[in-house]
Nanobody
């Protein structure tokens, strides 16, 4: 199975940028569609962005589209989430997730087989 470790979170101000990384080990990253989810205190974990195995297809939630960019480097076994124009409402723990098999139901938590432990992002106003 694949292990996922997120990094890059931190405390930033409204309007700042941040890049998250998700390093995979144990299996080639190219075997998986990958996604980022986030969970704010007291809220459900929600979909942020997803990409297919080679990065050729991407999909975003409406709340981040145009501000966030998901990308991947399979040679480095790493997925990224570039977050620009951050807002206080982006404050959450961000998780990366891996999906085996054909790409499907990218917004649904249940369609992902492996999860990282998360990295905290806090945006101050």
């Amino acid at each position: 199975q694949v292990q996922l470790v997120e990094s890059g979170g931190g405390l930033v101000q409204d309007g700042d940028s941040l890049r998250l990384s998700c390093a995979a080990s144990g299996r080639p990253l190219s075997w998986y569609s990958m996604a980022w989810f986030r969970q704010a205190p007291g809220k459900e974990r929600e979909f942020v962005a997803a990409t297919n195995w080679d990065g050729g297809s991407t999909y975003y939630s409406g709340s981040v589209k145009g501000r966030f960019t998901i990308s991947r480097d399979n040679a480095k076994n790493t997925v990224y989430l570039q977050m620009n124009s951050l807002k206080p409402e982006d404050t959450a723990v961000y998780y990366c997730a891996a999906q085996t098999g054909a790409p499907r139901d990218w917004e649904m938590k249940y369609s992902y087989n492996y999860w990282g432990q998360g990295t905290q992002v806090q945006v101050s106003s």
